[in-house]
């Protein structure tokens, strides 16, 4: 049974505490504010994801790509 088939066959009163439960978790300003909280806890997301691709080591997997491209030319 999935998770939606359990939640449909709780009785009325846990489904409400369980939607209210989840509407606490993601819509009240105490969830939304953790949310923002979570992430920009270690800064500008956007330059965080920048900074990281430019520091990643792409060169092993350029390796395996040109290993491959050579043995499909044998």
């Known amino acids: 049974m999935t998770i939606f088939g ?3 066959t709780l009785p ?7 939607f ?9 300003a105490f969830g939304t504010r953790q949310t923002l909280y979570e992430r ?5 997301p956007a330059r ?9 080591d792409r060169e092993a997997c350029a390796q395996m790509v040109r290993r ?7």
């Open 6 to 8: 359990q939640i449909a």
């Open 12 to 18: 009325a009163e846990q489904r409400v505490q369980l």
């Open 20 to 28: 209210r439960f989840a509407w606490d978790l993601v819509m009240s």
């Open 40 to 44: 920009f806890f270690f800064g500008d």
């Open 48 to 56: 965080f994801a920048t900074t990281f691709y430019h520091r990643y």
């Open 68 to 74: 491959f491209l050579d043995s499909e030319q044998r």
